[in-house]
């Protein structure tokens, strides 16, 4: 039966984490399945871990999406910040604004 938690991020596009881990074995399956980028938000207590892990999606991050990525992560404020062609991992993200980022960042990241 699934869970309340993957329910809410198959709505939302992303997945919130409990326990401080990144990977989702039945969140990675999901996003795989519909070749969607894989989004966690790992909550701590003032900050937040945010992952995208393109890898389910068969492709890299174009320029253009990279570029705006970057943006929109320093925009938060962002430092502690690991970006590659495939994945992409920030994790002091202030607790506040880590959702409203992944939700960004799905929309962005999705493609028809």
Same mark, same amino acid.
């Not at 890898?55 to 999406?65: F, I, K, M």
């Not at 992409?88 to 929309?107: F, H, K, N, T, Y």
């Given at each position: 039966?699934?869970?309340? +938690?993957?329910?809410? *991020?198959?709505?939302?596009?992303?997945?919130?984490?409990? #326990?401080?881990? =990144?990977?989702?074995? @039945?969140?990675?399956?999901?996003?795989?399945?519909?070749?969607?980028?894989?989004?966690?938000?790992?909550? +701590?207590?003032?900050? *937040?871990?945010?992952?995208?892990?393109?890898?389910?999606? #068969?492709?890299? =991050?174009?320029?253009? @999406?990279?570029?705006?990525?970057?943006?929109?992560?320093?925009?938060?404020?962002?430092?502690?910040?690991?970006?590659?062609?495939?994945?992409?991992?920030?994790?002091?993200?202030?607790?506040?604004?880590?959702?409203?980022?992944?939700?960004?960042?799905?929309?962005?990241?999705?493609?028809?």
């Amino acid at each position: 039966m699934e869970s309340a +938690r993957l329910r809410t *991020a198959r709505e939302a596009g992303y997945l919130v984490t409990k #326990g401080g881990t =990144l990977h989702n074995p @039945e969140w990675w399956g999901y996003c795989s399945k519909l070749k969607l980028p894989y989004v966690v938000v790992v909550p +701590r207590r003032e900050y *937040a871990t945010v992952r995208v892990d393109m890898l389910p999606t #068969g492709r890299d =991050l174009s320029e253009g @999406e990279y570029k705006e990525v970057v943006g929109m992560l320093i925009d938060s404020g962002a430092y502690d910040t690991v970006i590659g062609p495939e994945s992409l991992a920030s994790g002091d993200i202030p607790i506040e604004q880590a959702g409203d980022l992944a939700a960004a960042l799905v929309r962005i990241l999705h493609k028809p």
